[in-house]
């Protein structure tokens, strides 16, 4: 079992930065995937970055690849995910989430999700 929480959300002007961090506790194997999801009102919700546990691969969609960076802290067992250049499109519940399977076109069936956190971007 897998437990994640978020944090580091809220309200910042478009072209700022946020630093999102999940929490990661449980028992988990060590190349499990873990990734940042988000959804923004009336739409579904979208890949937005992951990583490998033990290092390695990343993955990025698309619409953040260059603006966002996913990165685990080891030590204090975090997965973070540093958000520059934002946008109001950008505003969104971001979510944290492990397991499942994650390839260039994003991944699927990710078991454990944390309560998410939200992010608004004013123009």
């Known amino acids: 079992q897998v437990q994640l929480v978020e944090s580091g959300g809220g309200l910042v002007q478009a072209g700022g930065a946020l630093r999102l961090s999940c929490a990661v506790s449980g028992r988990f194997i060590n190349n499990i995937n873990m990734g940042w999801f988000r959804q923004a009102p009336g739409k579904e919700r979208e890949f937005v970055a992951a990583?490998?546990?033990?290092?390695?691969?990343?993955w990025y969609a698309p619409s953040v690849k260059g603006r966002f960076t996913i990165s685990r802290d080891n030590a204090k067992n975090t997965v973070n995910l540093q958000m520059n250049s934002l946008q109001p499109e950008d505003t969104a519940v971001y979510s944290c989430?492990?397991?499942?399977?994650?390839?260039?076109?994003?991944?699927?069936?990710?078991?454990?999700w944390g309560p998410g956190t939200l992010v608004t971007v004013s123009s």
């Open positions: 990583l490998i546990w033990s290092g390695g691969m990343t």
């Open positions: 989430a492990a397991g499942g399977y994650c390839s260039g076109s994003g991944c699927n069936g990710m078991t454990y």
